[in-house]
């Protein structure tokens, strides 16, 4: 789901979350077995900026979240 700016975005995230869903990473979210990713229609425009450089700086932001979404899922070692 893109949205307009970050009041949109919240007002969609807690409708979903604060109606029985649960929060997941990067923007996800589920209800009633649907997963939603709601996403700022600026983050779209960042990664896919005509700029090379900006678009790949704005990727790597956001990628950021999926790696440190990741090492945290993956079981620890003792």
Known sequence: MATA????????????????GRKSACGWCKDRGVN???????L?????????????????AMMMCARSTSSRSRPRRG
């Open 5 to 20: 700016d970050q009041a949109e975005t919240d007002r969609y995230w807690d409708a979903v979350v604060g109606n029985n």
């Open 44 to 60: 779209t425009d960042a990664i896919t900026a005509p700029n090379p450089a900006a678009a790949r700086r704005a990727f790597g």
């Open 36 to 42: 939603w990713q709601i996403t700022p229609v600026a």
